[in-house]
Structures are given as C-alpha cells and as structure tokens.
C-alpha cells in the first residue's frame, strides 16, 4: 500500500481534535514529500541533525516536530523554526530552548516528557521532577518557553493492558497538572501518546497527538 493510502486509513481512524505527527526519522525526502503532497504538514524528528537539512530542503509550510532525546547543545539548531518540542525532560534543556527562544525572539511551545513505561531506557521525568519543575522559580522566567502539555512513550510489550495503563496513567497525571497550574491556561491542552502499535490504545485514553512512523512509511530499516 502506498504512503497516501496510509496516511488515510489512519487520519479515517481519528476522532476529531486528535492530531497525526507523521514521524519521518530515516526517511528520504522523495516519501515525505509523497505525504505532504497528500496534504500532510505535521512530521516528526527525533534528531536535530537529522530535521535540519529536511527542513531545509522542504516545503516552508511543513511544522516539524522533535519527538526524540534532544541534546542541551543541539536546541539552537531547531530553534529557527521547531514547531513543537515534545521530548522536553528537564529544567536545564527548557532553560535552554527558552534562551535559544529568545534569541530567536520566539517563543517556543513545548510538551514535557513524562517517564511512564516500564523500561529505564525510556526517557522523561518522573511525578516529583514535574511538580519541582511547575513549583520552581525557574520556570516562571522562562518568557520564551509555553508549556503545552505532557508526552510520553508506554513500555514495549504485547500487553495491551499494560499500555493502556500506562496512558491511564499519563492521562490523570495531565488531568490533576492541568487543575493545578494551567486552570487558566487553554494553551495547555495537549497530551502527545501513542505510537504505530498503540495509538488507537492512546486514543481511547485521552491523547490529542498521535506520532506514527512505521504504520505509515513502512518498516524502518
Ligand atoms: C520513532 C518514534 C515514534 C514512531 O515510532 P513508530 O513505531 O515507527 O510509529 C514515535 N515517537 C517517538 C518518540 C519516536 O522516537
């Protein structure tokens, strides 16, 4: 099946205000652009040194956004044009966007990763590095960083409950964050989880932001 018929079998399976970010990691441009010509603008990166010559190379109107690890030292490459940061997994990286942000003199919308799954290797921050970060003074002064919501990865398992409890988990986490420090907030709305083998898991558990790559652009190599 092609690129395009992908794309639509999936968008069909979405209800409305949950968005796909088509991960493109390893991908030519010659099939992200087969998907931006079926009228796809949201992809997804996970490596800053990978994302900036396809944005350069591709159309202007694509919104990119950095899924992966992201290196304190990588920030000001993407910090041009970055559209969503959804890998954000400590105060010294927002600092880093922010000071990045204000160089750049924008402000740069970020979600903060939260560690759900079972495996260490995933990354993100637990419930107390997120309350420390919201409480903390720091994050108060970082004019050119929005907070928009919360992402995270579940474990790698067939266990379907398993991953659905731990998007259950994300979800009541964003729930009671939201209550507590975003009240007033409409910017805060995002809950960014699920991949290829369980975005439809994500959905039923509340997310607004599917990432698929393999489900679309076929196996990675
Ligand atoms: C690679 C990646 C995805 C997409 O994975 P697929 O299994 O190919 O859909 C989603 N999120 C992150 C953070 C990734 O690194």
Partial sequence: MSIQKHLQEILSALP??????AVSKTREADQIMEAYLAGHRDFGES???????KYE????????HMVGHLQRNKVKQIAPFVHLIHSVDSPRLLKEIHKQGEKHQRRIDCLLQIHIAEESTKFGMDQQELVDLL????????????????MGMATFTEDSQKVR????????????VKEKYFSSDDAFCELSMGMSDDYLLG????STMVRVGSAIFGQRS
């Avoid at 409890?165 to 009671?176: A, D, S, T, V």
């Fill in 16 to 21: 409305e205000g949950v968005r796909l970010v």
């Fill in 47 to 53: 490596k800053a040194q990978e994302m900036v010559p």
């Fill in 57 to 64: 190379a591709l159309p202007k109107d694509i919104r990119w």
């Fill in 135 to 150: 409480e903390s003074d720091l994050y108060r002064q970082l004019k050119f960083v929005r907070i928009c919501g919360l």
């Fill in 165 to 176: 409890g731990e998007f259950r988990h994300l979800r009541e986490q964003f729930q009671l």
């Fill in 203 to 206: 959905i039923e558990e509340g």
